[in-house]
Nanobody, 114 residues
Framework: QVLLVESGGGLVQAGGSLRLSCAAS????????MGWYRQAPGKQRELVAV???????NYADAAKGRFTISRDNAKNMVYLQMNSLKPEDTAVYYC????????WGQGTRVTVSS
């Protein structure tokens, strides 16, 4: 059974930082490209960052230079370090396979105040 559990969200002032974590289980994590997604109020879910099993990364334009995705294959964990946060980063953040084909977790809410 696939399980994705996100954590680490919270309320932060603009310019601050947060580190999100995602614990994954129920599939072969080490060879699965993983992504962080977010869904802001009233908007569609969007892909923020992707990391392959080997550690290659790619970012949405909004995340470039501010966010860093990483993973620990030994722990089945994927992380998103978010720096220089902006109010427009406010959203519920989710992790999933690149392509979003796994069962979604509950997400973790990030609120950035101005």
């Amino acid at each position: 059974q696939v399980l994705l559990v996100e954590s680490g969200g919270g309320l932060v002032q603009a310019g601050g930082s947060l580190r999100l974590s995602c614990a994954a289980s129920g599939f072969i994590f080490s060879i699965t490209a993983m992504g962080w997604y977010r869904q802001a109020p009233g908007k569609q879910r969007e892909l923020v960052a992707v990391i392959t099993g080997g550690g290659s990364t790619n970012y949405a334009d909004a995340a470039k230079g501010r966010f860093t995705i990483s993973r620990d294959n030994a722990k089945n964990m994927v992380y998103l370090q978010m720096n220089s946060l902006k109010p427009e980063d406010t959203a519920v953040y989710y992790c999933n396979q690149n392509g979003g084909r796994l069962t979604w977790g509950q997400g973790t809410r990030v609120t950035v105040s101005s």
